[in-house]
């Protein structure tokens, strides 16, 4: 099946916490796919957003594949060209290069795996760019 402009809500008992939405998604018998995905949801009182080009949704895992950015309303941003949100453990990770930027501090590297509820990031092969605000 082939669906166009999807908009899917996650609800809780607390209400909507995360809204997913694509120009166009395919569903399969094992897996769906998304191509212009956008999401958003709110952890613990913080805003996450991410996008990507195309998303395969499968078994509580979410592969991202071209232009992937993930931001919070704390300043901090991911990009890769790859990247695995495993959804049940709330881990971001990828092996393709990354750019990650902090308000105006920026690191560069080769891979990640970025603990979202723990605001902890884990790189390879990195360089940064640290700037300290008085």
Do not use: C, H
Request: aromatic letters at 14%; proline letters at 1%.
């Amino acid at each position: 099946m082939v669906f166009k402009d999807v908009t899917s809500y996650n609800i809780t008992y607390d209400g909507i916490d995360s809204v997913l939405k694509a120009k166009v998604a395919k569903k399969f018998r094992n897996k769906d796919e998304f191509y212009k995905i956008y999401t958003t949801r709110i952890d613990e009182g913080t805003k996450e957003y991410l996008w990507a080009d195309k998303g395969v949704w499968k078994r509580k895992v979410l592969q991202l594949f071209g232009n992937v950015l993930y931001k919070d309303d704390l300043n901090r941003s991911l990009s890769s060209d790859t990247v695995t949100y495993n959804v049940k453990k709330d881990i971001l990770s990828s092996r393709t290069p990354f750019v990650s930027q902090y308000n105006s501090s920026t690191l560069k590297g080769s891979s990640f795996v970025y603990y979202i509820k723990l605001k902890r990031l884990y790189a390879k092969n990195i360089k940064a760019k640290i700037r300290l605000e008085k």
